[in-house]
């Protein structure tokens, strides 16, 4: 038997996004499904603690980490390659629900806006940051760690 609650949502949306928003992004997935994808570099990590991280998130966790953000999971998919290891489509950071990072996604919404798509899983308890646009993923690790340099606890 199952314990999720149908009557609750598996992903609330918190930020806020322009219908011509939704229509880009819906077209910039499309281009990337039809576009050939060419191998430019090997995804590079880093090791943090025991674990392999993305080389582009690495500081960004670093920060968080320092900070009493405690992070989940973590993806900069800035590779072209369409593989799972190697690429995502959305660059993304998953925060588990506290006081510090509920304030650390205020502050990175205010600095980030249309860029970050911020949801909220309230069956598990945890937040995700992702990049809102195709082929942004680099762009949107630097401003993530730049808001984690920024955030004060």
């Not at 990337?32 to 993305?54: A, F, G, N």
Request: charged share 30%; with cysteine.
């Amino acid at each position: 038997m199952s314990n999720v609650n149908i009557d609750e949502p598996n992903e609330i949306i918190l930020s806020t996004h322009s219908e011509a928003s939704w229509g880009r992004r819906r077209q910039e997935l499309r281009d990337w499904t039809d576009s050939h994808k060419l191998r430019k570099q090997p995804k590079r990590t880093l090791l943090l603690d025991e674990v392999y991280v993305d080389a582009e998130l690495h500081r960004t966790l670093t920060l968080l980490r320092e900070k009493h953000i405690q992070t989940e999971f973590s993806c900069a998919g800035v590779s072209l390659l369409d593989e799972p290891e190697d690429h995502s489509l959305y660059a993304y950071l998953t925060l588990i629900a506290s006081k510090e990072a509920e304030n650390f996604i205020q502050s990175t919404m205010k600095l980030m806006r249309h860029r970050l798509m911020v949801t909220f899983e309230p069956n598990r308890s945890r937040y995700d940051l992702s990049s809102f646009y195709i082929g942004h993923n680099r762009s949107f690790c630097r401003l993530l760690e730049r808001s984690a340099e920024l955030f004060e606890v």
